[in-house]
DNA sequence: TCAGATACTTGATCCAATCAAGCATGCATC
DNA sequence: GATGCATGCTTGATTGGATCAAGTATCTGA
């Protein structure tokens, strides 16, 4: 199991909550992929993969390195997950989709990482909008501070 | 940088932006880790070195193998971040301690994660305090129902 | 046609995580 | 106090992720 992402020494309630959260979610994340043989970064790729998709294109949506791609879809591909298939109009491009084995493996997946679906269902709809604009006012408040 | 964590196809709002913090979390973790030169897991095993604590009960609260830490300890002790002592009364053990120069850098380091700070910042008194119950009760509603 | 950009791969390096094995020490019991 | 087991930590091996530099094939525009 990876360590956790914090705590910083939080030093209001918010912050403590908003760790707890995120190390809660990021650990039932993890498990989920574990139960179903896939790594964190395995498990989100696959998740990517809702539509054909380049290697490129699914390097800059990850920021990460396409070299890192490569190895990740390798390993995924090598479990018959996923297959690489020539682009039609561009012959250095890949295409990559999920074999049903890889849909299906995905779904159980999906199906492991409760997580977001009961932490939601234990709330009310007038309080999942409030934690919405919550949230999303939270996070606005960390863009341009910096700048 | 590391592949997100997520998204799985979030099938509501709530679902999404929950998603949406969580890796706008940790990504601004790894950054602030990055600018100090730190892994994410350097950066959090040193910020759990308040106190005086061994490898075993370190392990143990980031909840992975005591050779995992065994290397990221050695790690920081050869970059004179942390020190291995011995333990007053047990011989088999070893105290971790941050040096000033672990101390000063882990400040650096929070200061560099303003991300808990600035979300906290941009609420109100009051949106904190409704945000530190609904993240609460979300995560309530994770515990039990898959048993 | 040619120069430079682009898409991907390969190989190297570093780090994290996990497992098995090993060593020294502590501890309980005989 | 000797024996046997548990505990704390380290070492070595293996796997996988992330990053970088370099290489190949292909595309595109001048």
Redesign the pocket.
């Known amino acids: 199991?990876?360590?956790p992402t914090g705590p910083v020494t939080a030093s209001t309630d918010a912050e403590r909550a908003m760790f707890d959260f995120v190390d809660a979610y990021d650990r039932a994340y993890e498990t989920a992929a574990l139960e179903q043989g896939l790594?964190?970064?395995?498990a989100c790729v696959l998740g990517r993969l809702t539509r054909e998709i380049?290697?490129?294109?699914?390097?800059d949506e990850l920021g990460?390195?396409?070299?890192?791609?490569?190895?990740?879809?390798?390993?995924l591909e090598a479990r018959d997950l996923v297959r690489?298939r020539p682009?039609p109009?561009?012959?250095?491009?890949?295409?990559i989709v999920r074999t049903d084995e890889g849909i299906a493996l995905y779904a159980a997946f999906e199906k492991s990482f409760a997580f977001a679906r009961s932490a939601v269902a234990n709330l009310t709809a007038h309080e999942q909008d409030q934690l919405v604009t919550l949230l999303r006012k939270a996070l606005d408040g960390t863009r341009e501070p910096n700048r």
């Open positions: 199991m990876a360590v790594s964190v970064a395995q380049g290697m490129r294109e699914l390097a990460c390195d396409a070299s890192n791609i490569t190895q990740i879809i390798s390993r690489r682009h109009n561009d012959r250095r491009s890949r295409q």
